[in-house]
């Protein structure tokens, strides 16, 4: 979590956070209309939401072991796919 927040988190926020401490030391007011806040908050649940929505697992459990794909001798290409664990391993 700290690689992510260091690497992704703070260069997106680094310049909206200096620019409104800019303006606050310059004693100027911060204007933002209304729309931009309702924006912002509706888009970061959108994205929370859609966060969710692809992190659930909508299939049935995938029981076995994942075979990457790989290419055959001939020159064929062997799509991935999840091989079956025999009964007594599960």
Partial sequence: MG???LTIIVPLL???ALY??????AGK?????AVWVWLVISGLVLAS????FVSVDFGEPKEGQYVPPQVTPGGTVVPG???QAPAGQR
């Fill in 3 to 5: 690689r992510v927040f």
């Fill in 14 to 16: 680094l310049p909206t």
């Fill in 20 to 25: 409104a401490a800019w303006r606050i030391l």
């Fill in 29 to 33: 007011q911060i204007n933002v209309p």
């Fill in 49 to 52: 939401l859609m966060l969710v």
């Fill in 81 to 83: 796919h999840i091989e």
